[in-house]
């Protein structure tokens, strides 16, 4: 089944814990996006990658990290320097230039 | 930098009739691609519609269209004969066409509601 995998879920972290989330595709698109959504919000970029080993930091890309040693993952690190990282996080696929974005079913981070 | 604006945070619209969303944008660039996503309570995002800034044409999908207007940076979508499953809140997004900026801009969404 070709498509975008987002894991976990739901994550609960207690503060001053790092946290990874897992974005998996196979779709074969080259690009890969990291948004963070909240309420009233919309959607803000927090990284992006082009091609496998880069990539470049969005909008919002404080106290997050990301790696992109293969075309089908693109995992985000949410640091202990995220002041607030509560959030819904959105993973998005885009298969070239001038495509829409596919998007994962999302990974809810709640700090407790 | 590119900026999306969606003027209504909230709207709502009798089941069958027909509402629209309205979204204004903000480029230097001739050529862009601008984008309708839907995302229902299961807060899967969906693409809704596309359009593509050199195409004079509004786009159409369904009973979904938009109103394009470049000049005036504006890019509304109409929702026809309303079904209580387009509930949803509703993104509009700027894509650059120039290489090295494709990445979706977002606006801040409008929740609609759909009533029976």
């Known amino acids: 089944d070709g498509g975008i995998t987002q894991s976990p879920k739901y994550l609960f972290r207690k503060e001053g814990q790092n946290v990874t989330l897992s974005c998996e595709q196979n779709l074969n698109h080259d690009a890969m996006y990291w948004y963070r959504q909240d309420p009233g919000q919309g959607l803000r970029l927090i990284y992006y990658?082009?091609?496998?080993?880069?990539?470049q930091k969005g909008d919002i890309a404080e106290g997050y990290s990301v790696s992109r040693e293969k075309k089908e993952s693109f995992p985000l690190t949410v640091t202990s320097a995220q002041k607030n990282p509560t959030a819904f996080y959105l993973c998005a696929t885009a298969s070239g230039f001038g495509g829409e974005l596919f998007f994962g079913e999302g990974s809810r981070l709640t700090v407790l | 930098a590119q900026t999306v604006t969606q003027s209504q945070p909230e709207m709502s619209v009798q089941e069958a009739e027909t509402v629209t969303l309205s979204c204004t944008y903000d480029t230097s660039e001739s050529d862009y691609y601008l984008f309708w996503y839907k995302q229902p309570p299961s807060r899967q995002m969906i693409l809704v519609i596309r359009q593509e800034a050199y195409k004079q044409q509004n786009a159409t999908e369904n009973r979904f269209s938009v109103n394009f207007q470049k000049a005036a940076k504006s890019f509304s979508l109409k929702i026809s004969d309303s079904q209580l499953g387009d509930a949803a809140m509703y993104f509009c997004a700027y894509r650059s066409t120039q290489g090295g900026s494709e990445k979706l801009v977002f606006g801040k969404g409008t929740k609609l509601t759909v009533n029976p």
């Open positions: 990658s082009q091609i496998v080993n880069d990539f």
